[in-house]
Each structure stands twice: as C-alpha cells, then as structure tokens.
C-alpha cells in the first residue's frame, strides 16, 4: 500500500491505530428495517475481539443449522468492537432464545425476522469511530482532515483485503497457475484480493498522471448508485455534474467483456494493465463480468475531537469501503495489534526452531 499515490503527499504525522479493540469501533448501517416476521432471523450483534467467521460459526451451533444457512452483510476485523448484521435461516416458527447467546466478547443487541436473506454487501455503508494514539502532530493532521473534508481519498482497497504480506494475492497467482482450491470462500477471497489489487494499481497511476481531473473516454458513475455510463467527451454540462458530485469518476473492477472506457481513458487503462495477463485471464476465466468503481471516497458525517495527543475521528464510508483508506492519507500509522501478532509469531517461530535444534542434538 505504501508505493500508491497519496492524494495530498504522503504525510509526515505518526500516529497507533488499534492500540485497544476499543480504538476501532465499527457499526453497520442496514438499508432496511426486519419486517418481523419470515423464515430468516436477523440477529444485530456487538463483538469484540471475535472475527465474523467465528460469530458465523457461533450462530451456526446455537441455532443446530449448516453452517451455510448464516449469511452476514460484511466482513469486519477481529482486533475491533463492531456492530454486525447476521442472518439465520430456520424454516417453521421455532425461535432461538438468541439472547442467551451473550458473553463477554459476543453481545445480542437485538433480532427480528425477515422475509428475506442477508447477503453479502446488503449494506447502505458503516459507522467508524476511531481513536488514533501517540500523534506526532494532531494540528497538522487536523489539517488533512479537512482536505479530506473538501477532496475525498483515493478510493483503494485496504491492506485487508490482501492478507498477512499480500499472502491472497500470492495464493490467487498459484491458483491461475493450475493449483487447485476446491474451497469456494478461498477462492472468492483469493479473487477478490486479485481483483482489487488490479484496481489499486489503475487507481494509483491515474491519480499520479491526470490527478482528479476527468479525460475523453471516461466511465463515470452516478454517486450513491452502481449504475454507470461513458463521457466520450466532456461537456460543461457533464463537468458540472462532476463539480457537484452528481457523478464520479471511475476505475475498472475487472472481468468478462469489453472495457468500458474508450478513448483516451480506455487506452490508459489498458496501459496499466497490461503487465498483469496472468491475473486478467484469471479473473476473466473465473467468470467475472466488468465492473466499475468510484475513484475517489468522500467521507460523510466526518469529525474530530483532539484530547493531547489523541485524535478520535468520527464518519460514515459507503459498503466496500475502507477506513485505512482514510487514515493512509491523514498520518503515517502503525498497527498497534498488527506488530502484537507479528511479535507473537516471531516469538513462536524461534521456539520451533530451538525446539527443532534440541531435537536434532538428541538425536545424534
């Protein structure tokens, strides 16, 4: 993530993300109401400390249901307290005393039935409430904030996404190459980390090359929607709806199909993509279709507090996307939670190792 365009340079204030679970506070935004009644339950948990396959995998055993019959709207980090939409489906009237499932990590805020299955991304956006430690400067990243405000972000996909080291994306490559993956929640994942990166990198260039500015051929999207259209040209008309936000510029999620920008946009993009066959035939022969994604995040509802050198930040991003997104351009961060794990298989790697020479000597 650190080689990416940073919109406003990179930026010289330090700061700790996650130095506590309470740090990174998270809660889903549902684009609808339960309706009450209906096979499926949703059930409205808080969780901390816990990922989302794991209170999957909770639900699953409570309720004596497959495992595939509890659906969630999105993924949410295990190193956090976040607010999480679950589905259940239990045909009949029999309901779960959900309640009793509360504990210290896993509370039940509430659950109703729903005529209709929680699918994945069935999200209008999330709520983030974060607390950054250790500020090297919080005037100067008061300031970002308030670029931020005015500009938006370069949209990318976060370092989540790829795994510990980029280990999707390097899974994703074996898998184009011919190594089997029969586990159809890996391999979305595995695709999806492909798919990203590919968009990461359009993204990067594009903003490097032309900034925010929009060029002949671009496909724009209208904002709050995923419906999209081609400026073949740029009118005062269309810049205008760009000025005010009505439209957004975009970069290709790629797959199937013709590319849709042309012009002068299409061949950039072809540009930049073209050192990655491997990884466009791999998601095209997977069955993905083109897709398109808005270039730059504007975050909503956003504030800040500064108590001494601690600035807790409070706004809403769009499903999909990405608070480190946001942070990447406020403040050079360190994952507190991040160096732990890392410490911690350090620390066990070396006592296999010595476990292994103590056994190698007795062994002689």
Known sequence: MSELFYLYGKPEVKADIRSHNSDFQVKEILPFVPEGEGEH???????????????????????????????????????????????????????????????????????ARHSKKLRTGALSGNRFTLVLRNVSNPQALVERVKQIEQGGVPNYFGEQRFGHDGGNLIKARQMFQGRKVKDKNKRSLYLSAVRSELFNQVASARLTRFGAAPIEGDCVMLSGSRSFFTAESWDDTLTKRLAEQDIQLSVPLWGRGLPLAVGQAGEFEAEVLLPFALERDGLEKEGLSQERRALLLRPEQLSYKVDGNAVTLDFCLPAGAFATSVLRELCDYQDVKELEWRAAIAERDAKEAEQGGQDETAGQ
Do not use: C, Y
């Open 41 to 111: 339950h949703l059930i409205h948990i808080r969780k901390d400390g816990l990922n989302t396959a794991q209170v999957a995998e909770m639900l699953s055993k409570f309720a004596g249901v497959h495992p595939k019959e509890v659906t969630f709207a999105g993924q949410k980090d295990k190193n956090a307290i976040t607010e999480q939409w679950f589905g259940v489906r239990i045909p009949g009237k029999e309901t779960p005393d959900w309640a009793a499932m509360s504990n210290e990590q896993l509370t039940v805020l509430s659950f």
